[in-house]
């Protein structure tokens, strides 16, 4: 039976209308906070490790609140991770494909049963709103589902054309121990997604989480132990990238870097990986999705309060953290001012507040760090253009930081060229449509885009020159779904790896062509 990956169905989001899911997502909350303080010890190859180093992780809407202390990796157990992967690499790969791909369904299973218990660790640890938590849960589940289906794809390739005489035949393996380095903002989908194709696909990992949401990680390696995935093919190493990720990029074992975070680090992984260590007999692969400075071109001839109502969703939902997030809005000049008007008191009437509290649309920033960036950044926006709505930090106790507006922006202005990576909006005029793909298209970024116009003819421009890994037309630039909208960038966004693409696993993968001549 041929795998059909176009009849993938994404997991469904709860509903939060419904009493029943608010009741038991009420309940997650209150299970998930009498967990806060808990120590969580490094395991490796079996082994657990208290080094006495912590990590505290805490609540973004609450900072007092201490979501969990980790035990840090140190340079040593960073290595020794990698040697643990590595020792069990041959007999993971060996592994029947069919039973690594029961294993990932069976932990999406168990994700899927434990769906609302991780949606509040997203609340409380990432500072997620809970429509924001569900979807980053339920992208989790379609990764593992999406990439077990992909697999048996992989496992069971087409037939090759044949030499006569000769039976030919292409087999996919995998590569080896692959270092998987996820970002905070996603600290589930992404994590899971990039570990999960890597095991599948019959490689090992050691995961690098990012110390601003260890507990999410620790709370998935929970469920691949309960799925029942053998010692030592999936490591969680908790650690400080500063400390240990070069160590892990360049260890000699390592076999591929799948890593997805900032321009500058994500640059600085490919250099080192680069270069080979001794005793390394390989070329390191590495994916690297990285950031952007996404836009949505808004005509003057389109649903101007749909236009309005996208780009609000797409930069203001979680605080303008997504990678897709919309941080500028280019308008053409006929409906520049009456766009403001629309945008403006929408703006305005956006509630600022504890992620767990769902009467808040907008939550925290991951931290006082990005706090500080982002208020550094509308400071200088203040200079760069005309600002309307926000400029400073919200109320509370929390990180906590106003949506905020800037118009009249120039191209060249640092906020219209730099991602900010928070609830900041830069607004710019453009002459025609044309000027404004001109606009979105002058960036070193290309992740996401969207453009908002009823002429056909300017909906193939934009498919045709909006140079983008992700284009939208006539919808928000956030919320791409596995096996709809393969995920991944352009330009200095990224190596474009299109994560829940039908090609993904490829990428973990390596072919191997045999000729049997017949006797
Ligand atoms: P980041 O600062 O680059 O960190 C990402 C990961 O890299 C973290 O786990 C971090 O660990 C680790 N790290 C830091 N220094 C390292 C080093 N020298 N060697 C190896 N690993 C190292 O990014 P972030 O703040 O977590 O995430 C936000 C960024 O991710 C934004 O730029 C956003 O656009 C991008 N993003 C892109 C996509 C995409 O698909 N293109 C999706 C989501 C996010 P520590 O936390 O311990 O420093």
New binding site residues.
């Given amino acids: 039976m041929p795998v059909r990956l176009w009849e993938f169905r994404n997991e469904p989001a709860a509903d939060f209308s419904k009493p029943e899911n608010v009741e038991a997502m009420l309940a997650a909350l209150a299970v998930v906070r009498a967990e806060f303080g808990r120590e969580y010890d490094l395991l490796i190859g079996g082994e657990t490790f208290r080094t006495g180093d912590l990590l505290k992780s805490v609540n973004p809407s609450k900072p007092t609140e201490t979501v969990g202390l980790h035990h840090k990796a140190n340079a040593t157990l960073a290595a020794k991770a990698v040697c643990v992967a590595d020792d069990a690499f041959q007999p993971w790969a060996r592994t029947p494909a069919a039973q690594r791909i029961e294993l990932v369904q069976t932990a999406a299973g168990i994700l899927r049963r434990r769906k609302f218990e991780f949606d509040a660790w997203l609340v409380f640890e990432a500072g997620k709103s809970w429509p924001e938590a569900e979807a980053d849960t339920c992208e989790a589940i379609d990764f593992l589902d999406y990439y077990a289906l992909q697999m048996k794809k992989w496992a069971t390739p087409d037939p090759l054309a044949q030499l006569p005489g000769e039976h030919d035949e292409l087999r996919y393996l995998p590569l080896g121990v692959g270092i998987i380095?996820?970002?905070?903002?996603?600290p589930l989908a992404?994590l899971a997604g990039m570990a999960v194709a890597a095991l599948v696909a019959g490689n090992t990992v050691v995961v690098?989480?990012?110390?601003?949401a260890p507990t999410v990680a620790a709370k998935f390696a929970e469920v691949l132990a309960e799925a029942g995935f053998p010692t030592g093919v999936y490591t969680l190493l908790v650690?400080?990238?500063?400390e240990?990720?070069?160590i892990?990029?360049q260890h000699p074992r390592a076999r591929f870097i799948s890593?997805?975070?900032?321009?500058?680090?994500?640059l600085?992984?490919n250099e080192?990986a680069a270069k080979p260590q001794k005793g390394q007999i390989w070329i390191k692969r590495v994916a690297a999705?990285?950031?952007?400075k996404d836009a949505i071109v808004v005509d003057d001839n389109c649903d101007l309060d749909a236009a309005v109502q996208a780009v609000l969703a797409s930069a203001f939902g979680y605080q303008g953290?997504?990678?897709?997030a919309c941080s500028r809005a280019i308008v053409v000049d006929g409906v520049y001012d009456a766009f403001l008007e629309r945008l403006l008191p929408k703006v305005a009437a956006i509630q600022v507040g504890r992620a767990d509290d769902p009467q808040y649309y907008m939550g925290p920033v991951?931290s006082e760090r990005?706090r500080q960036t982002i208020l550094d950044y509308i400071r200088i926006g203040k200079t760069e253009g005309r600002l309307l709505a926000g400029g400073a930090a919200a109320p509370g106790e929390g990180y906590f930081i106003q949506p905020t507006v800037i118009a009249d922006v120039d191209p060249k202005a640092r906020i219209f060229q730099e991602?900010i990576?928070g609830p900041v909006l830069a607004v710019t005029r453009a002459h025609d449509f044309d000027h404004a793909l001109e606009l979105a298209n002058d960036t070193e970024y290309g992740?996401t885009g969207a453009a908002f116009t009823n002429d056909p003819v300017k909906i193939e421009a934009a498919k045709d020159r909006f140079f983008v890994g992700n284009l939208y037309i006539n919808r928000k630039c956030t919320g791409a779904m596995v096996g709809c909208h393969p995920?991944?960038?352009f330009n200095m966004?990224?190596t474009d790896s299109k994560?829940g693409g039908p090609d993904y696993l490829l990428q973990f993968l390596q072919a191997k062509s045999i000729g049997t001549k017949a006797v």
Avoid: H
């Fill in positions: 380095i996820p970002p905070w903002n996603f992404i690098k989480p990012s110390s601003d650690g400080n990238g500063s240990v990720g070069d892990l990029v890593f997805t975070g900032s321009r500058e680090v994500g600085r992984i080192l999705e990285m950031g952007g953290q997504k990678c897709s991951i990005s991602e990576f992740l995920f991944g960038g966004s990224g994560a």
